[in-house]
């Protein structure tokens, strides 16, 4: 058997041209704030301005030093969140080192409205109550539900095991799919013979951060397998899934690059949009 492919880039194309009469009524603006130089930063942002341009959404990147102070950094979100022409913004993460263990203040500060990473507990909360408050959802989340959805894959009735725990993907994720009727198992580092619970999973999500960490044994023939993990190996983006063995028993899979990458900056420029909604309903 030869896995189908969930195609993050040929799903994220639809979603944006369908957004597109949206944004050219709306015109909202995104701005992305960067502190510092990490690679891995640079390189998603570039990929979200691009995005914005071929959608036609304006946007603004706003680049500050690595030694930026955090009272200067939260001068920045003030006056963002005070912006009448600023839609939505976000602060890429990961901050460098003397900001990172401010990141929960700064993630505070961001008025919800404007929260389109929907990092803030704000928006988080909205997520817990039903899929119906799912307003600003998590970006990575919501994007692989949109995946699933694009690809048709049944959510109702079937065991998803996310393995990785985090506030901005694993957990999200789980309550999203307990929101489309699955049976939700999380794992995390303190799991004890997390390959039992793997081989579980009708639907496999890996959000590690570990290449290659999950291996042929770990997955149940005919389970979709998706990979949130992006890890640089050898200078090249690697997922958290061994693609190649795996491809061969799942019944779906995603590639990194490719998959879910792509499907985060579509969700992230949807939530840009239903802001502008929102703020011009208010
Ligand atoms: P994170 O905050 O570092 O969380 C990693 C999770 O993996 C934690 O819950 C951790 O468990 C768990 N874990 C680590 N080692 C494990 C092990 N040996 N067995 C089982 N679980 C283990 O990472 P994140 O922010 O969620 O991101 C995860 C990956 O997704 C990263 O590669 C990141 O770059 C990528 N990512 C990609 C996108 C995209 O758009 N493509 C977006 C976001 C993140 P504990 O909680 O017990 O420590």
Redesign the pocket.
Known sequence: MSALLLSGRSASAKILADLKPKIAKLNPKLVVVQVGDDP?SSS?IKQKIKSCTEVGMRSQHRHLQAATSLSDLLKLVADLNADPDVTGFIVQLPLPEHLQSHVPDIIRAIDPKKDVDGFGAYNLGKVFLSKDFEHLPP??PA?IIMLLEHYKIPVASKHAVI????????KPLAIMLLNRDATVTV?????KD?AAMSRHADILIA????PK?ITKDMVKPGAVVID????RVDGKLTG?VDFVAIQEIASAITP?PG???P???ASLIKNCVQAKERQIEK
Do not use: E, P, Q
């Open positions: 891995g998603y970006a990575t994007g393995v990785g725990r985090s506030n901005i993907v694993g794992c995390h580092s303190k799991t997390l959000a590690i951060g570990k960490f949130v993990g992006t890890s958290d990194v998959g879910i990458g499907m985060t900056v």
